[in-house]
């Protein structure tokens, strides 16, 4: 998906907006993320009755609005800022949806890292809701230790979802500079998400 076609008006979003934008989560997080209602092909990529379109929905935003108080995010509206929305949306579909085995053997690798019990949770909570900060954290961190033949590997998987191993990388990087920078400021990265996901829709009050 053309990372323009993210900033397309819709009337869903004028109607879901209002509340949430009374929390403060600009406008156009809630364009790119509602672009996953009714008829985006993006939604087709997301497996059964488990995942609900809410909740996919609310998950982006969810990681839009984590990145949002992290101050990390390019300025509102501009082409930096379309490709941080389609990353965030394209990938949750990836990881979610594609057989490819060298996408799943990433995720696996990276959710086994964080050992026992935790792991199959994450994975759960993941395919039932959508992103996690967990998981997020665990793509992170296997990003940053993969060599670069076995990012490469990852390509043609992510091709077919239109993104590529750039549009990665600065996700990931996005990801590790907002630890950063809640961390500085005495916050954590699973609280702030936590409380950014009970915020959206789908999330659990």
């Known amino acids: 998906m053309p990372a323009s076609s993210l900033c397309l008006p819709s009337t869903l ?55 949002q108080d992290a101050n990390v995010l390019p300025p509102e509206g501009t082409p930096e800022a379309n490709r941080v ?8 579909s990836v990881f979610m949806k594609s057989n490819d085995p060298e996408v799943q053997a990433f995720l696996n690798q990276a959710l086994a890292a964080q050992g026992g019990s ?3 949770e994450t994975l759960s909570r993941f395919r039932s809701a959508g992103w996690t900060s967990e998981l997020l ?18 390509a043609p998987g992510f091709r077919h979802f239109n993104v590529s191993l750039e549009d990665f990388d600065s996700l990931m990087k996005l990801v590790a500079t907002a630890h950063r920078a809640l961390e500085q400021r005495g916050q954590n ?17």
């Open 13 to 67: 979003l004028k109607r879901a907006s209002y509340t949430i934008l009374s929390r403060h989560v600009p406008f156009y997080f809630l364009l790119g993320s509602l672009i996953m209602g009714s008829g985006s092909p993006i939604l087709a990529q997301v497996p059964g009755p488990a995942a609900t379109p809410s909740g996919l929905v609310g998950a982006s935003m969810a990681v839009l609005a984590m990145l």
């Open 189 to 205: 990265i699973h609280q702030v998400f936590a409380q950014r996901r009970r915020e959206m829709p789908g999330g659990i009050q």
């Open 85 to 92: 929305i389609k990353a965030v949306i394209q990938f949750q």
């Open 118 to 120: 935790d792991a199959q």
């Open 137 to 154: 954290e665990a793509l992170e961190d296997r990003w940053t230790a993969a060599a670069i033949d076995g990012r490469e590997r990852l």
